[in-house]
């Protein structure tokens, strides 16, 4: 497996402002997943973006994937209160996956 | 679809005492369960991979004969914390893959709490 790495540590923006954070990796990957993390809850699965694919959509978020760069960005548009969580990337080439230190977004009202 | 429960949420237990979590594929099947763990403010570290009807595998570091896994069918896996001592506390949090190659995806349960006393 191997890590993927985010950037930046921390974000805080206001309510209504996108956030966009971006995600790094070593090696060749079959797929890369974004993850969210409320404070002391599970990890909810965002999107999924495989390897042949550049850009994927899922309501407010937008995921693109450069694999000649190996690298990845999340965008949250419209930001709500709501969206302050941990966001984490997972590269994958096998089963296994491996953590970053995460993006820590926190929402202003 | 692909939702991942845990049991318990969250558990208090003393010094000495196992502890037995269950995480559960609710709505597929997974050949391949993984458990992290994760301390406050940091990120999660896979403590092992388990695997229907065989042997878990278990990660550089992590001692199998305190954290026995068992995964006895396509849809349930447990961790069980053995002699459990305070530097155990920690969040516990599952996971179940689903797919293969391109579409491969983990989908990971609620966490569980333990707090060792």
């Known amino acids: 497996s191997q890590q993927g790495e985010e950037d930046p540590q921390a974000l805080s923006i206001q309510e209504g402002e996108n956030a966009t954070m971006n995600c790094s990796y070593k090696t060749s990957i079959n797929n890369l997943q974004w993850y969210r993390q409320n404070s002391g809850r599970g990890l909810v699965h965002l999107i999924l973006i495989r390897s042949n694919e550049r850009e994927k959509h899922s309501g407010r978020l937008r995921v693109t994937l450069d694999t000649s760069k190996k690298s990845s960005s999340l965008l949250i548009t419209a930001s709500r209160a709501a969206d302050t969580a941990s966001y984490f990337c997972a590269p994958s080439n096998d089963y296994k996956l491996s953590f970053g230190a995460g993006t820590t977004v926190t929402v202003r009202a | 679809g692909a939702v991942v429960s845990q049991h318990p949420s969250w558990v208090i237990c003393k010094s000495g005492t196992s502890v037995k979590i269950e995480c559960r594929s609710l709505?597929?099947?997974?050949?391949?369960m993984f458990w992290y763990r994760q301390f406050p403010k940091q990120s999660l570290m896979l403590m092992a991979t388990s695997n229907e009807g065989s042997k878990a595998t278990y990660e550089q570091g992590v001692e199998k004969d305190k954290f026995l896994i068992n995964h006895a069918s396509l849809t349930l896996s447990t961790l069980t914390v053995t002699s459990a001592h305070p530097e155990d506390s920690s969040f516990y949090i599952c996971?179940?893959?689903?797919?293969?190659?391109?579409?491969?995806?983990?989908?990971f349960g609620p966490g569980t709490r333990l707090t060792v006393t």
């Open positions: 709505d597929f099947q997974a050949t391949t």
């Open positions: 996971s179940a893959g689903r797919g293969a190659g391109l579409t491969y995806e983990q989908y």
